[in-house]
């Protein structure tokens, strides 16, 4: 049976299968760090797997049955109906898996059932029984246990006194510099375990992020698309390119689900033709949003100029991630590649112009995003500062203050106060955490995974399920390989660097099975290695602890 809202994505399955490639070496490196957990955790669950199949036969129904335009509730449906179904809609939970890290979750989930998993890279003919051959364990057991069934298979702390043992003296190590601020939550009460300089605002860094995408989610919807149209102003022959601000539009040959250009080139020919029009004069319209497009920080090659219609982030040398040269004029950049495309299709036009499309304009063409949960996912995943600047004029436009850097972080901040988030010393000045002068607390970082991982909030579990796997995805893809066998593919984290800051804010299920939302934030680090590994070290300890 296919899922209407999930169609989109079958054109991203070449772009799945190059992930799943990509990850199983890796998580055959990792399989032998983590395989004695595995097993453990796969011997514990198996009664309460069946249990779980048996229990969710009815909720299957329910969250399989087609409710076109409602994709956040085939999610939240999926990951909390148990392991027992994960391996039927995982897939489903999420299109973004540019990582490998769906791929990784359905092996688990396969292995637990006992039907096999990937090869993880052995050759063909290899027998499942052969000496040596490697066993189906890749990511995260006690993650997918923790996010599948936190009301009845995780466990809620009674209370921790030994965390202060444990974290105490390793977030006292130097390398974590002058300043550092901690917390650790249960996420099942919503009690705090441990707090050192919870309530202190400290710069965050990239784990901003985190509440962009919860105040995004809130503000506008799991499901909620970003358009880009053309429209035709009537009686000029002006065809106007309208930029809907989303930051995922490509132009690449290769669109992997992302809304395209090329696509929207060709029904925007097609119309014009059915007018009898075969010249037209080409316009592109950046008004949805306002003020200044240039960061604060300046040009800066860990983000392009906020605009609201670029391709491909502006990116100049053909990456999708991590730093990259950016074009000087996206929007431009996008328009000229867009009268490319119209050429291609028997439209000329003009040398393309800045213009506004009036209310009189007659929409042509248009293409959507993926919804915005998806976005999220990927901007988390690969901390991607241009979805974050993206998803904070959103808000600002769904919030109705002014869709520049200061509304946004207003409308973030707006958002989370309706969510009765604690905001005391917080301030936001940008949706990425590139600004030095934004302020979060330990305190608002925990709270904010607690409320994503309440079960009453669905919406909102993408703030989690984006969160890069230790050892595995995104920005931990190459932390936690080495001597941690208790956090590779157990913890999920969203990272944080800028010079003498680092942060670290995420989920993870220790040893006894309490799945726990932490954050640190540090200040004046002088090492940023140095703090990185302290940072692993004490998140890995808390993996290992069993404080219950």
């Known amino acids: 049976m296919i899922v209407p809202e999930l169609r989109p994505w079958r054109a991203a399955r070449p772009h799945v299968v190059r992930a799943a490639d990509a990850v199983r070496p890796r998580l055959a490196r990792v399989a032998g760090v983590v395989r004695p957990r595995l097993a453990r955790a796969a011997a514990a669950a198996g009664p309460r797997v069946a249990r779980l199949r048996q229990a969710a036969k009815p909720q299957l129904a329910l969250i399989t049955r087609p409710r076109p335009g409602r994709t956040w509730q085939y999610t939240a449906g999926a990951t909390t109906a148990g392991l027992a179904l994960a391996v039927g809609v995982a897939t489903a939970a999420g299109p973004w898996d540019s990582s490998g890290q769906r791929t990784a979750e359905r092996d688990r989930v396969a292995a637990l059932e006992r039907v096999g998993g990937a090869d993880h890279g052995r050759g063909t003919g290899a027998s499942d029984t052969a000496a040596g051959a490697p066993r ?47 917390a650790v939550v249960d996420v099942t009460t919503g009690k705090r375990l441990y707090g050192s300089g919870a309530d202190d605002a400290l710069t965050p860094a990239s784990t901003t992020k985190i509440a962009t995408a919860v105040a995004a989610l809130t503000a506008l919807g799991a499901d909620h698309r970003l358009t880009t149209r053309t429209a035709l102003e009537p009686g000029t022959g002006e065809v106007v390119l309208v930029g809907g601000g989303d930051p995922t539009l490509t132009a690449r040959g290769t669109t992997e689900g992302w809304a395209d250009l090329r696509t929207l080139a060709a029904s925007t020919a097609t119309a014009l033709k059915k007018r009898g029009i075969t010249r037209a004069t080409l316009s592109y319209d950046t008004t949805l949003y306002a003020g200044t497009e240039v960061h604060p920080i300046g040009v800066n090659p860990n983000l392009a100029r906020v605009t609201a219609l670029t391709a491909d982030e502006g990116r100049a040398d053909g990456s999708a991630s991590g730093p990259a040269t950016r074009v000087p004029d996206p929007a431009a950049d996008a328009t000229r590649k867009f009268a490319d495309f119209l050429g291609a299709y028997g439209i000329k036009t003009s040398a393309p112009g800045l213009s506004k499309a009036s209310a009189h304009a007659e929409t042509l063409a248009t293409v959507a995003s993926p919804p915005l949960a998806s976005l999220v996912e990927r901007m988390l995943t690969n901390s991607d500062n241009d979805i974050a600047e993206a998803l904070a004029r959103q808000t600002a436009l769904a919030t109705g203050v002014r869709a520049d850097f200061a509304g946004a972080g207003k409308a ?5 106060g309706r969510l009765g988030l604690p905001l005391d010393g917080v301030d936001f000045r940008d949706g990425s955490g590139l600004d030095r002068n934004d302020r979060l607390t330990a305190n608002l970082l925990t709270a904010l995974l607690v409320k994503a991982g309440d079960p009453v909030r669905p919406e909102l579990r993408p703030v989690l399920t984006g969160l890069p796997v230790a050892g595995f995805t995104g920005t931990l893809s190459t932390r936690y390989t080495e001597g941690a066998a208790d956090a590779a593919g157990v913890v999920r984290a969203k990272t944080g660097t800028l010079t003498g800051v680092n942060t670290l804010a995420g989920t993870v299920v220790d040893r006894d099975g309490h799945l726990l939302a932490f954050a640190v934030l540090t200040a004046n680090t002088t090492d940023p290695a140095a703090a990185q590994t302290a940072l692993d070290r004490a998140v890995t300890a808390l993996a290992a602890c069993g404080c219950g």
């Open 136 to 182: 189906p364990a890749p990511s995260a057991a006690s993650v997918l246990t923790g996010l599948g069934g936190a009301t009845t298979a995780v466990k809620s702390v009674p209370g921790s006194a030994a965390l202060t043992r444990v974290l105490g003296p390793l977030l006292a190590d130097p390398a974590l510099g002058t300043r550092r601020t901690a």
């Open 412 to 416: 973030i901040r707006t958002q989370l």
